[in-house]
């Protein structure tokens, strides 16, 4: 045998060898950011959620706020205004 026909396993082996090791990070790294982007994926999912549940407060009070009765008690309480006497109220109708 010579030398050469000696030393093609040996390095195939290294080859081989090689490519599993790069393979198995490869695999680890694409894990580690799989995992990474999933927690995030999460933290924004809690994220949107506490917003919606912010959203559904707002809109309850914005409807709180614009009742007709809200309104009055400004107008009247704060803005010191006064509904006027009927006979000073004129109802325009469009033709």
Avoid at 4 to 19: C, E, G, H, R
Avoid at 49 to 74: C, M, P
Wanted: hydrophobic share 45%; aromatic share 6%.
């Amino acid at each position: 045998m010579t030398a050469v026909s000696k030393t093609q396993p040996i390095l195939l082996i290294l080859v081989f060898t090689v490519v599993c090791v790069v393979t198995a990070l490869a695999i680890v790294y694409t894990k580690h950011e799989s995992r990474k982007v999933f927690v995030e994926l999460e933290q924004l999912a809690k994220e949107r959620d506490e917003l919606n549940i912010e959203w559904g407060q707002l809109q309850i009070e914005q409807s709180t706020w614009a009742t007709h009765g809200r309104i009055e008690q400004v107008a009247t309480e704060d803005l010191e205004l006064i509904r006027p006497p009927a006979s000073e109220i004129y109802v325009i109708e469009d033709k």
